[in-house]
């Protein structure tokens, strides 16, 4: 059975990341939680009356809502989310923030976008320091093939602009406060083969996996990808 299209966000750039940057310590929550009660109703239940640490109830909504929308939305089989319990439960972060660096721009196209089509540029050139202004620079270019793009105020670009580059950072492939550079982000084996795994479910052939456009989401090629994917790291 072909996997629902909507393991992908369509080809339409949103402002899905205006709200929220990464929310790295509350995805680990929303997914220990999980882990610990099976259910997400209860998991959902449980974060927003009171097991964020946010004082606003309507904080804590919107938080469970952007974790639900980058994270269950598509419906992903049981498997997915339970590999993504098992890395928020590790100690170190490397799991989880890898993991988030594929999951979550394949539910926003754009911060995926931004990711390969300017990110990984930048990277193979050695250019490593990105800013802001880089972001809304390609936001400009890209108007004429997405004119969603001219609907949104100057605020709501500015915003973007910003959080779609703490988002990476959050997860591992930036880092810095107001000048942010590129870092190859840190990815454990068994990360390796759950976007393996993902691939396969979505009818990728084995032959054809390491060179899926989704191992540039941690700045690797097809070469590095073929490495991984044979040592298992």
């Given amino acids: 059975m072909q996997p ?17 940057t990464g929310l790295l310590d509350e995805t680990r929550l929303f997914l220990t939680t999980y882990a610990t009660l099976g259910d997400f109703q209860a998991t959902y239940q449980a974060l927003i009356n009171g097991d964020l640490p946010q004082r606003s109830r309507s904080t804590r909504q919107t938080i469970v809502d952007n974790i639900k929308k980058r994270l269950i939305s598509w419906n992903p089989p049981a498997w997915v989310l339970d590999d993504l319990a098992a890395f928020a439960q590790e100690e170190a972060p490397a799991a989880l923030q890898a993991a988030l660096l594929i999951h979550v721009p394949r539910q926003d ?23 802001r202004e880089d972001v809304q620079r390609y936001l400009d270019d890209m108007t004429p093939t ?10 709501t670009r500015e915003k973007l602009a910003g959080n779609l580059l703490s988002i990476l950072r959050d997860y591992g492939q930036l880092k810095g406060k107001e000048r942010k550079q590129i870092v190859e982000p840190v990815v ?37 990808a073929e490495q991984a994917l044979a040592s298992g790291s």
């Fill in 4 to 20: 629902d299209p909507q393991w992908r966000a369509a080809n339409i750039y949103a402002t899905k990341s205006t709200s929220k």
């Fill in 109 to 131: 196209r754009l911060l995926y976008d931004v990711v390969q089509q300017l990110i990984v540029p930048s990277w193979k050139t050695g250019a490593t320091l990105v800013l």
């Fill in 146 to 155: 997405h004119p969603e793009i001219g609907t949104w105020t100057h605020g």
């Fill in 188 to 224: 454990p084996a068994h990360v390796v083969q759950h976007l393996a795994r993902l691939l396969q479910a979505e009818g990728i052939a084995a032959g054809e996996l390491a060179h899926h456009p989704d191992w540039r989401l941690w700045l690797w090629d097809a070469a590095r």
